[in-house]
């Protein structure tokens, strides 16, 4: 597929640090050339201390938005005039939005595409079941807590190496939100019915974060945010313990609709597999 930029193209793109991971300008960029819409989506890699800066500098709609992923996901919500109900409630944005005011509205898609992710490959999941547990406090954990609370999690478990960046969560979410710290993370996965790595941990191919799968019950459903690889280590140990998985890319693909029709004033069009598109990318094949 070839499309043709000029003048008068919609702009957009993904931030984050490190950057040359995501495949959003891949998907974003095959769903613009199908369409046939005058537009790009690229990547951006402002350094960590310049993040307000640079997010700044684009009020009145010099770009239509971002998407935003690890670290800035909770900076992101701060730069922001107005958000909607599910970025306050998460902490967090993935969605930056624009406008030619000099406003910027904030959104959270990642709820909506963890959830839809999990319905897609796991759907015997009932969120109501069972606990579910986190790996990690920063802004993706905030919004999966968020986005489970909201669905009928009757518990989430959110566990950080630093303790007090998980109780900082569970004081913002309420009393089903527990926080804890590694040592107590076998005695969470032995109720879990849903256990997220929710940290950069495995991302480019390297150890998951440290969790026993094996002591989870059987049918708890394990998910990981990371899709590059597409078959994290962590995964890889879900699957050598029996539990069914969830991939990160499915989040990503289901994430990424909002953000396009924010961005581009319509749906992604009909007919662009863009799971085969990323998978292709990962040397995966079509699965």
């Known amino acids: 597929m070839s499309f043709k930029i000029t003048g008068q193209a919609l702009v957009a793109g993904v931030c984050g640090q490190p950057i040359v991971h995501s495949m959003s300008p891949l998907l974003h960029n095959a769903w613009l050339a199908a369409a046939g819409i005058d537009g790009a989506y690229v990547p951006m890699g402002p350094p960590e201390d310049r993040f307000e800066v640079f997010v700044n ?3 009145g709609g010099v770009i239509r938005g971002l998407n935003v992923t690890i670290p800035f996901k909770e900076r992101a919500l701060a730069c922001a005039d107005e958000a909607s109900d599910l970025a306050r409630l998460a902490g967090a944005a993935n969605l930056l939005r624009f406008r030619e005011d000099g406003t910027i509205f904030a959104d959270n898609t990642d709820g909506p595409g963890l959830l839809g992710a999990i319905a897609a490959q796991a759907p015997a999941f009932d969120v109501s079941a069972a606990p579910v547990v986190i790996l990690g406090a920063g802004g993706a954990a905030r919004g999966a807590a968020a986005a489970l609370l909201l669905a009928g999690a009757p518990k989430v478990g ?44 495995g991302l480019g191919g390297g150890d998951g974060p440290p969790a026993d799968l094996a002591l989870t ?37 289901l994430q990424a609709v909002p953000s396009f029709e924010a961005f581009f004033g319509q749906a992604p069009p009909a007919g662009v597999d863009v799971r085969a598109v990323a998978l292709a990318h990962l040397g995966q094949g079509a699965k």
């Open 57 to 59: 500098g684009f009020r």
């Open 158 to 201: 959110i566990v950080n190496r630093t303790v007090a960046k998980a109780q900082a969560i569970a004081d913002a979410l309420g009393d089903k939100v527990i926080a804890a710290g590694e040592a107590e993370l076998p005695a969470l996965l032995a109720d879990a019915g849903l256990v997220i790595n929710a940290t950069s941990l």
């Open 217 to 253: 019950p059987p049918g708890c459903v394990v998910m990981d945010m990371v899709y590059k690889p597409l078959r994290t280590e962590f995964l890889q140990r879900a699957q050598a313990a029996g539990r069914p998985t969830v991939d990160g890319l499915e989040m990503l693909l």
